[in-house]
């Protein structure tokens, strides 16, 4: 079902948010250059639209701190492999953008100033307004903070209007796990405190309480139907809106 409030005119600067697991396509671990590739060339078709763009993206393909600190590891050094996991995923993606002729910049929130840019807020908007695609890794920096709170925070802080967050397999937000349950219910639009009390899954709490505090409206998509971020900024395709 098509929504008329998101054409491609709404949305000046949006945060994609989209999980580590994203890219390794079929492989089940790692990196798949493909994928990498297909996802670039969805945010390519947006960019070319006119929007800014700014993106965090997980590490779970490679490491995640839970996990980790679940098998023994102190969390605070699994969480900073964590995020040292989502600065690889940042620069392939660069690199794929980059092959495309879209202008990017990796941002780190941990300084290593060899392979990416230290956050400095004020930069990251006029690398923006020049209509390059700003990659936020390394999480906000702290140990204990999810990859979606750092989105939240990023896209607060650089005045974005939506996150949009694309998911592999759903086209949207289920009551249950639709995978597992023929007879889940997809949600058209969902507030923010609904997703809390009803443990929906869709980001940890915080995220959402950061985003619902801001007004930030979140837009949950399937990021593996081709052409499918920018069917929804054209107000096409299907898709989640949850509102405060």
């Known amino acids: 079902m098509a929504h008329a409030d998101a054409q491609s005119t709404t ?14 396509g079929d492989q089940g671990f790692g990196l798949h250059p493909p994928t ?9 078709s947006v960019h070319d639209m006119g929007v800014e763009i700014c993106m965090v993206i997980g590490g779970g393909n490679i490491f995640r701190g ?18 040292m996991a989502t600065v690889m995923n940042a620069l392939a993606m660069q690199s794929a ?6 202008f990017c910049r990796v941002i780190t929130a941990i300084r ?11 930069r990251a908007v006029r690398h923006l307004e020049k209509k390059r695609v700003c990659i936020f890794a390394a999480g906000t920096g702290n ?23 694309g998911k592999n397999g759903v086209d949207g937000i289920y009551d249950k796990d639709p995978k597992t349950n023929p ?8 507030t923010f405190d609904e997703v809390l009390a009803k443990n929906l899954k869709v980001m ?3 995220a959402i309480a950061l985003a619902r505090d801001n007004s930030l409206p979140l837009i949950v998509f399937p990021l593996d139907e081709p052409g499918g971020f920018c069917g929804i900024l054209e107000g096409k395709g299907t898709y989640t809106r949850v509102k405060a």
Request: aromatic letters at 8%.
């Open 183 to 190: 007879d889940a219910k997809r949600y058209e639009e969902v």
């Open 11 to 24: 949305f000046n600067r949006v945060m994609l948010k989209i999980s580590g697991e994203a890219l390794m």
């Open 66 to 83: 839970l996990s980790g600190s679940a098998q023994g590891m102190e969390r605070t050094t699994a969480d900073y492999m964590g995020m």
């Open 204 to 206: 940890d709490a915080s």
């Open 36 to 44: 990498v590739e297909r996802i670039a060339r969805e945010v390519k």
């Open 143 to 165: 140990p204990y903070f999810t990859t979606d709170t750092a989105a939240a925070l990023r896209a607060n802080e650089m005045a974005c209007e939506a996150i949009f967050m």
């Open 112 to 122: 290593m100033d060899e392979v990416a840019e230290p956050y400095i807020r004020r």
């Open 97 to 102: 953008l980059e092959g495309l002729g879209v």
